[in-house]
């Protein structure tokens, strides 16, 4: 592949403060350390976090792992994102479903679940938002972004 414009990514979840975002600043660390260009963002499929910095349990259990995502705020995903991005990585078939209803007529970015990049056989990043778990959320999202990372290095 001979295009110079870097690859655009957008992960999605349903807030935006726990999933996603992790995901975004996963690859933004991965991404620095291996010296590839990307352009990320995160969004989520609901309205209710806007504005908001990540989950606060989300922040503790990145920053024991080296991660800083203070800097990020969420917003919602609009129709707009799918001519913006080259690649849509969704946490849960969930936000799938809610994505597939925002996309616009003839688009056809692609949609993939973010653990289709992972090698745990698990499809779904789980909700932590109730239930905790964001350990293991982001240990599982730091699995699948070195497996999507090597896809993108390949594909250029
Ligand atoms: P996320 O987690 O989708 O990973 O950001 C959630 C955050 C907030 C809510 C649900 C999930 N909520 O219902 O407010």
Same mark, same amino acid.
């Given at each position: 592949?001979?295009?110079?414009?870097?690859?655009?990514? +957008? %992960?999605?979840?349903?807030?935006?403060?726990?999933?996603?975002?992790?995901?975004?600043?996963?690859? $933004?660390? #991965?991404?620095?350390?291996?010296?590839?260009? +990307?352009?990320?963002?995160?969004?989520?499929?609901?309205?209710?976090?806007?504005?908001? &910095?990540?989950?606060?349990?989300? =922040?503790?259990?990145?920053?024991?792992?080296?991660?800083?995502? *203070?800097?990020?705020?969420? $917003? =919602?995903?609009?129709?707009?994102? %799918? !001519?913006? %991005?080259?690649?849509? #990585?969704?946490? !849960?078939?969930?936000?799938?479903?809610?994505?597939?209803? #925002?996309?616009?007529?003839?688009? !056809?970015? &692609?949609? /993939? +679940?973010?653990? *289709?990049?992972?090698? *745990?056989?698990? $499809?779904?990043?789980?909700?932590?938002?109730?239930?905790?778990? %964001?350990?293991?959320? @982001? /240990?599982?999202?730091?699995?699948?972004?070195?497996?999507? #990372?090597? =896809? @993108?290095?390949?594909?250029?």
């Amino acid at each position: 592949m001979t295009d110079a414009r870097p690859p655009r990514l +957008l %992960f999605v979840c349903l807030g935006n403060i726990c999933r996603s975002p992790t995901a975004e600043g996963v690859m $933004r660390a #991965l991404a620095k350390r291996d010296g590839v260009v +990307l352009e990320l963002d995160s969004a989520g499929t609901g309205a209710w976090h806007i504005g908001e &910095p990540p989950d606060r349990r989300m =922040q503790a259990a990145a920053r024991a792992a080296g991660y800083d995502f *203070s800097d990020l705020r969420a $917003r =919602q995903a609009v129709a707009e994102d %799918f !001519d913006r %991005f080259d690649l849509i #990585l969704a946490m !849960d078939e969930e936000n799938v479903a809610a994505l597939e209803r #925002l996309r616009p007529a003839g688009n !056809d970015t &692609p949609v /993939r +679940l973010m653990l *289709s990049h992972g090698t *745990s056989g698990r $499809r779904e990043v789980p909700d932590p938002y109730y239930d905790g778990g %964001f350990d293991a959320v @982001l /240990r599982m999202i730091e699995e699948a972004a070195e497996g999507l #990372l090597a =896809q @993108l290095r390949k594909e250029r």
